[in-house]
Each structure stands twice: as structure tokens, then as C-alpha cells.
């Protein structure tokens, strides 16, 4: 039985239609992203996905945040889509990933704000 | 629920978003990558408190002082960011807790 | 004095809730205040994760006041939770100094 399948509570039923419907709204490499994320976070375990609405939020509004910015999906999620979900969960190798967004946090603002100098 | 109902429903999140776009663009900018790393990190504050409205208000102050992003909150953004959290669960370790807490899946 | 910072923390919360003690005040004020005391790198992005902080552990009570120039302002006093924690602050800088103080007259 898949995760999907596992959700019979109604509300999480409206709170997942009402993701998919942002996801729809993104565009086709963002969506596919979405489509892995969802995938991988789910293979966490066993249970009724109630926790990790909250961390699905956050990724959805990650890419509609990164999307509206005209980032490449690489350059957010990095080409390693299961450990970023690993990361997401606070799984192993969870801290390693912080310090990298961390880097990525500060790189990009000194890019940008580079440009906005220059 | 989601992050930006919790900005109490669609409207409130465009009338948030509509500040952050009247922000100065180094303000902007400092802004949008912030919080595209506090959406990996997770901290509950996203959906439970007000952490987001609150920068905003923050940076606000910032502009009407005059001062530049980097001179109010520092150099080192991603330090600024841990501090505001600091001490705040994530919503990885709430997930993480759901298991120690109830070990076995509990079906409803 | 230069790189107080590492040296710094942990006692500038304190120090923000003593400033807060002494009177109603805002972010921009306690920073210039600790400016003033001679902590020259202290900037209102720290000060202003340590209000969040005091706010979050229920510490202080936040009024928003109109201001002159900008927008509102945010205005911290402390309640008695608050109190008590600078009560206990001040019991444990007590304890750290006068055993640090001892250390170094024990060296004669």
C-alpha cells in the first residue's frame, strides 16, 4: 500500500488536494521536483503522514519561493533529491545539509548583492 | 494549515508579500534568500509563530533608519537566521520526536 | 575593545533584560545604550534576536507604539517572569566573576 493510499483521514485529504493544487501552479521541472520530494520524505516510514505535513509545506513553499525567482531546481535542491529529503526530516546526514544551505545562504546573498552594486 | 495560511489565509500572505516587494533591493534580496533557508531548516515558528511578518517588520524599522541590510543585521546572514530560531524545534524534530515518543505506527 | 563577541555571549541577554528593566525601551535604543557602555560591535540585528528570544520565553511584554519616523515600533518591559530571570542572571554573573576574579588573585 502506497502513502497515498494510507491517508483515509479527510482533512489530510483536503490539506494534500489542496498542496497538489499550489504544485499544479509551478512549472514542469518544479513540478517533477515536487513529484520526488513527495516520494522520497514518504519513505520515511510508516505512519499516518500527519508530521510531516508541516515539512512538505515548507518544501512546496521552497520551490514556489525558488520558482518565482527563476532558480534552477539544481541549485535548490542540490542533484541529490533523496538526501535532501533526508535532510528535510532531520535524517542522517541532516547536519552536514545545514551547514550547506548555510554556505548557499551566504554565497548568494554576496552574489546578488554583488550585482545590485555593480 | 501550511505556512501561508498560517499568515492567517491567501490574502494576509499577499499583503506580506507585497511588503517584502516595497523593501529597498538589498533588502529584498536578503529577505527572499532567508527565507527560502528557513523553509529547508524548518522551525515551527514558520506555521506557529510569526517569525516571517516579523522580519518584515524588523527590516521595516531597518529602511526608516537608513541603514543598509548588512549594517543592520551583520555579514553573516546565515548566523542572523540560526540566532533567530535558536533555541526553537524544527519541524524535523517534531517528525523525528513522533517516533521516540510512540514507538510503533498508530494507526487511528 | 575589539572581538568581544565570543566573550560577549551569553551575558548580552542579560544585559538586554537589565536595560529592559530599567525602563520601557525598543530595539534601536538598548542597541545604541550598549553601544554607549563601550560594546561598539554589538548591532540591532543581534539585540533584536535576543528580544525575539525573551519574547518567545514569555519574558517580556510587547507594546507596539507609533513612532516618528517609520513604522511603529516595537516596546519591550519586562514582566515578572522577566524579573526573575534577570534576578537569576545576575545571581550567576555574580558566581562566574568573583570565582574568575579569585583565579586571577590566586596567581600572586
Known sequence: MTFWETITGSDLTREWKAFEARAQQLPAEYRSAWEQIKGNIFAYGDFTGRNLMPIADAALGLLEEASADGQPIQEVLGDDIPAFCAALAGGEGARTYRDRWREQLNRNVARKLGRLGG | ?108 | MDDLTEMLKGTLEGCVLEIIGGEETYGYAITRRLNELGFADVIEGTVYTILLRLERNGLVEVTKRPSEVGPPRKFYALNDAGRAELATFWAKWQYVSSRIDGLKEGRR
Open chain 2, 1 to 108: 494549515m501550511g505556512i501561508q495560511d498560517v499568515i492567517e489565509g491567501k490574502k494576509q500572505w499577499r499583503a506580506h508579500v507585497a511588503r517584502v516587494k516595497a523593501l529597498p533591493p538589498d533588502y529584498q534580496i536578503v529577505y527572499k534568500e532567508m527565507q527560502k533557508y528557513l523553509f529547508k531548516v524548518g522551525p515551527i515558528d514558520l506555521s506557529e509563530g510569526r517569525l516571517l511578518p516579523d522580519i518584515v517588520d524588523f527590516f521595516e524599522e531597518g529602511v526608516a533608519s537608513g541603514k543598509g541590510v548588512l549594517q543592520l543585521i551583520g555579514p553573516d546572514v546565515a548566523a542572523f537566521c540560526d540566532d533567530l530560531i535558536k533555541g526553537t524545534r524544527t519541524y524535523a524534530d517534531v517528525y523525528q520526536e513522533s517516533f521516540t515518543a510512540n514507538p510503533g505506527p498508530t494507526e487511528k
